[in-house]
């Protein structure tokens, strides 16, 4: 496995790893788009992302030549997916809209619940090249309406601890040094 070539590739594990959630999402057909994009939405989608979580205590030593050592597992770190869909146009009196809306977002849900099951990390792990996950652990799912947009959603979320791949760490000294500010 190649190392990374500068710090800023392995350090920025959010960048790593929002996409590589979309492409999950998407290899279960839940329609995804990934945070900062700037596609148009679709009607009913998903939104993955990632929050790193605390440092665990763990330290890689760095190359000889670097000198020192740097966090490399992060726990409690939070996947969320958030589901949207619009809400559907009805007399409310007919119960058949909000049950169209809610198979709509379970469905998706369902999906999206299979795309971190715990049988699917090693595909999920595949897709990272310098990080790894543990198994995803679910926590609580979130239901609500957003009244602003008058959309439903349905947030599923999962902890887990995260890290950089011992090998991803690069080992020329010139890859530990930040780009110059504009």
């Not at 996947?79 to 198979?103: K, M, W």
């Not at 887990?160 to 500010?181: E, F, H, K, N, S």
Request: hydrophobic letters at 45%; a negative charge; aromatic letters at 10%.
């Amino acid at each position: 496995m190649p190392t990374a070539t500068s710090i800023a590739e392995i350090r920025n594990i959010e960048s790593a790893i929002n996409p590589a959630m979309a492409a999950q999402l998407l290899a279960f057909s839940v329609p995804t788009l990934v945070a900062r994009s700037r596609e148009d939405l679709p009607d009913s989608y998903a939104l993955g992302y990632f929050t790193k979580g605390q440092a665990s205590g763990h330290l890689h030593k760095l190359p000889a030549a670097i000198g020192g050592y740097e966090y490399d597992i992060f726990e409690d770190c939070v996947f969320t997916v958030e589901l949207f869909s619009p809400r559907v146009s009805a007399d409310p009196i007919d119960g058949t809209y909000l049950a169209a809306v809610y198979d709509r977002l379970g469905e998706l849900a369902l999906r999206a619940r299979c795309a971190f099951s715990f049988n699917q990390r090693p595909a999920f792990n595949a897709l990272l090249t310098w990080h790894h996950v543990d198994p995803m652990i679910p926590l609580a799912d979130v239901i609500g309406f957003d009244e602003a947009r008058q959309f439903d959603r349905h947030e599923l979320r999962w902890r887990a601890r995260t890290g950089i791949i011992p090998a991803a760490w690069p080992t020329d000294p010139a890859a530990y040094v930040l780009p110059a500010t504009p």
